[in-house]
T-cell receptor, first 113, second 108 residues
């Protein structure tokens, strides 16, 4: 099993550009989530999904969109990048429909100039 | 709103020098407290889940305990490979709230 994979590993965007961060898992996990990690602030939940076709907002959803058309994939879309979205983004998944023992991907480091 | 506070922010230890990390929390209905380890440049790795006050879990040199308002991660006789950031999180329904973490450095 590859576990949770994320692409790209690094990305630089200009203000106003849009892009999609990819996340995939091969463990047949129902629960998937996106976090951002900033220095001194810990991980903050952006969006989560308890199964295909079901998504909901986390703590910091503004400026981000998600969809979940399959169990395996949970892409995160930045609609119009802003410097405040410079961060490290982590995708995570867990079995069942709840966020207990989560498996995290390696992260995407995003810089918005 | 759920709150998780970890202390200290950073901890420097000599190899073999045992210590404890603290995680204090406020949550309306605790449905699990989690400890993760994060190495630089990597995603967090799950360590323990605790559900009720008085519960303890152990893994190698790490032992996690839980009370009604806080959890402790005890590191016994640490080795340099225990150097990492340790994250605490609480679960409320479908969301996890994380603390900012404690960065542990163990010198040989």
């Amino acid at each position: 099993n590859a576990g949770v994979t994320q692409t790209p590993k690094f990305q630089v965007l200009k203000t106003g550009q849009s892009m999609t961060l990819q996340c995939a898992q091969d463990m047949n996990h129902e629960y998937m989530s996106w976090y951002r990690q900033d220095p001194g602030m810990g991980l903050r939940l952006i969006h989560y999904s308890v199964g295909a076709g079901i998504t909901d907002q986390g703590e910091v959803p503004n400026g981000y969109n998600v969809s979940r058309s399959t169990t395996e994939d949970f892409p995160l879309r930045l609609l119009s990048a802003a410097p405040s979205q410079t961060s490290v983004y982590f995708c995570a998944s867990s079995y069942g429909g709840t966020p207990w023992e989560q498996y995290f991907g390696p992260g995407t480091r995003l810089t918005v100039t | 709103e759920d709150q998780v506070t970890q202390s200290p922010e950073a901890l420097r230890l000599q190899e073999g020098e045992s210590s404890s990390l603290n995680c204090s929390y406020t949550v309306s209905g605790l449905r699990g407290l989690f400890w993760y380890r994060q190495d630089p440049g990597k995603g967090p790795e799950f360590l323990f889940t605790l559900y009720s006050a008085g519960e303890e879990k152990e893994k190698e040199r790490l032992k996690a305990t839980l009370t009604k308002k806080e959890s402790f991660l005890h590191i016994t006789a640490p080795k340099p490979e225990d150097s990492a950031t340790y994250l605490c999180a609480v679960r409320d329904d479908y969301k996890l709230s994380f603390g900012a973490g404690t960065t542990v450095t163990v010198r040989a």
